[in-house]
């Protein structure tokens, strides 16, 4: 089939790629296209055409595939939060463990590798701990809203269209939060509505509301609301929070960050405390967390408890190891590990994720935990004593290639490596295999709805 860009043609779904998206095959020619699933007879819009494929744009769905299901949240096909709303959640799973597979295969060239079934997620609903909503002075229409003549764009809170910086979906409920969060959005929507101050705008980079940020201690209760702008009004924040604490009483935090930066990211230049604690409280098994408002923590708390676990079960601890764990952020990992070691060394290179990881340490009576600061290609050299395991739990982009060539120059017998990118973890393990046994692979489901998976590896020396 001789494909064209802007042309559109009826295409017939047989896959998922890694991404999320729907795959098409058309004489052997890949076709990428969201919003699609296996089984679907699609009428799509070619919008990027390369020499060995192509992406398109689902028009609509001819004959929708028999795997298909309702989706809970009516904006599953325009948000970009939960594209896979309309699989059912056991074939999302067997998808994940596929394509964990699959990228193994194909980047790794690790064909023995077994990888081990999905482990779920309890709640594939109202599962996540942080929401960022985005303010908009003109928001983006649903469909039906564009039908009807009588509806104005106006002003908008909420998820932006995937693919954009500037489209804006006014959220009125999100169904991957605790259902009081969309209470507290809507709160805070009725009031900037009748605030008399204009929303942020992307494109002009004037006006004064940015986002809302939602934190939920899944142990506690607590919220925590983040409200970012661009300049700071402490009259104005003062009126948001008598409303909230009035309606809300579990609001532990209300927290102002400003920042005047044109980058379209929910973090402030300076923050200040409008009501209560700058930090709300959550738990980890039998371990208690501070959380401020720009802090890393991971976003399902009981299924990170279940990755955890994997890592305790692959670590082997019998209390006497020393365990070094590298990108160790705020301090998870070892606090979670601390009573099976004997010692453990994290190093993080963001200053503020170290401060955090050493006072949770001290807030848990910890004292075998200690935290570097600085990039691990710099510390690891210097390092004194045997390692005995190694936990490494990168970004995305995986380790550093003088970062592998480190860890290979250590020798440890046992590695632990935490991912939440599974290409990236490919490449790794390939380039660690020449020294190292890699046993298996254990996914775990942190993300229902979406295809990220966050996957476990157990190495020891050959």
């Not at 601890?317 to 998870?332: A, F, I, N, P, R």
Request: hydrophobic share 40%; charged share 25%; proline share 5%.
């Amino acid at each position: 089939m001789n494909m064209k860009k802007r042309k559109a043609y009826e295409l017939e779904i047989i896959d998922l790629a890694f991404g999320g998206k729907g795959l098409a095959k058309p004489d052997g020619f890949p076709v990428f296209v969201d919003n699609c699933l296996p089984g679907d007879l699609a009428f799509v819009k070619i919008t990027k055409k390369k020499k060995s494929w192509a992406e398109g744009k689902l028009i609509r769905l001819i004959r929708p595939s028999k795997m298909r299901q309702n989706a809970k949240c009516a904006y599953a096909r325009y948000c970009g939060g939960c594209k896979w709303q309309e699989l059912p959640y056991e074939q999302q799973l067997e998808f994940k463990q596929e394509h964990v597979e699959q990228t193994l295969r194909h980047i790794g060239s690790l064909k023995d590798v077994p990888v081990k079934p999905v482990l779920p997620s309890s709640r594939i609903f109202e599962y996540r701990n942080k929401m960022e909503f985005s303010c908009s002075a003109s928001r983006w229409l649903m469909p039906d809203e564009l039908e009807d003549p009588d509806v104005k764009k106006g002003f908008g809170i909420g998820l932006h269209v995937p693919g954009t910086f500037d489209k804006v979906i006014d959220i009125r409920q999100c169904e991957i939060q605790k259902a009081e969060g969309n209470d507290i959005l809507d709160t805070v929507r009725q009031f900037i509505l009748g605030s008399g101050l204009p929303a942020y705008g992307l494109r002009s980079h004037e006006g004064f509301w940015r986002f809302l940020m939602l934190r939920h201690s899944v142990a506690f209760d607590q919220w925590m609301v983040n409200i970012v702008t661009k300049t700071e009004n402490n009259e104005v924040m003062k009126q948001l929070a008598d409303v909230l604490i009035q309606r809300f009483p579990n609001i532990e935090s209300i927290v102002n960050n400003i920042t005047e930066a044109k980058s379209g990211v929910a973090f402030g230049e300076y923050e200040t405390l409008v009501y209560g604690s700058r930090v709300i409280k959550e738990k980890l098994g039998e371990f208690t967390f501070e959380i401020s408002a720009n802090s890393f923590f991971q976003t399902n708390t009981r299924a990170c408890e279940t990755l955890y676990g994997v890592v305790d079960a692959y670590a082997g601890l019998t209390g006497e190891e020393q365990v070094l764990d590298l990108y160790s952020g705020t301090g998870t990992i070892p606090i979670w590990l601390s009573g099976k070691a004997k010692q453990i060394t994290g190093i993080e290179i963001v200053e503020s994720a170290v401060l955090d990881a050493q006072k949770n340490a001290s807030l848990n009576g910890i004292d075998n935990c200690r935290f570097l600061v600085g990039d691990i290609k710099d510390i690891l050299p210097g390092l004194d004593g045997a390692v005995d395991v190694l936990i490494i739990d990168p970004p995305r982009a995986g380790m550093h290639k003088d970062v592998v060539s480190q860890v290979l120059a250590l020798g440890v017998q046992r590695v632990v490596y935490v991912s939440c990118n599974p290409a990236t973890l490919a490449r790794d393990l390939e380039l660690l295999s020449p020294l190292y046994h890699i046993h298996e692979v254990q996914p775990v489901d942190m993300f229902p709805h979406t295809y990220h998976i966050e996957s476990v590896a157990l190495l020891t020396r050959k």
